[in-house]
């Protein structure tokens, strides 16, 4: 039994969407889904990428995957990794797939210079939260995120350019 993690390559575009979609399962947020397989591969495989991936194999047969980009910290000066999505199927659950994924974006951030590592986590996934703190991140529970989209970031951008 073996564990091989690389970066993504442009065959392994559906693989990814369907990740994707297995992890929006996961987190009871199917209906929120309406990325394609193609607006994936374009974020990832473009002359400037602006998203990253790594998939995780066990055996030769893909377990998981960490989707990242990277961010910047102005207090820090520099820049950071952004984990926009981490999931490993649960057949592959409890062999340190999801600890190695994270261990190796670690690692770049270490490698690279960079000021920090980051990601959300929901609320109600204690598994998750207890395994974030286990390998010593903080969870921290005095920032909320903000988000706008949909109807509301366009009602937003409306409303904002008649001023």
């Known amino acids: ?80 990794i952004y984990v926009e999505d981490l999931f490993v199927r649960p057949a592959f659950r409890g062999k340190g797939i999801g600890k190695a994924l994270m261990a190796r974006l670690a690692k770049r951030c270490v490698d690279d210079g960079l000021a920090r590592f980051e990601w959300a986590v929901l609320d109600w996934n204690a598994p998750s939260i207890d395994f974030y703190r286990s390998i010593g991140a903080q969870v921290m529970d005095e920032w909320r995120i903000c988000r706008l989209s949909g109807k509301a970031l366009q009602a937003f951008a409306n409303e904002g350019a008649r001023r």
């Open 1 to 80: 039994m073996s564990l091989a993690i690389r970066a993504a390559a442009p065959a392994d575009s559906a693989l990814i969407f369907d990740l994707v979609r297995e992890l929006a399962d996961y987190e009871k947020l199917a209906s929120e889904v309406d990325a394609t397989s193609e607006a994936i591969a374009a974020a990832l495989f473009s002359a400037q990428p602006r998203l990253f991936c790594d998939i995780a194999e066990w055996d030769g047969e893909p377990a998981g995957f960490a989707a990242w980009f990277l961010n910047f910290s102005t207090f820090r000066g520099r820049h950071g």
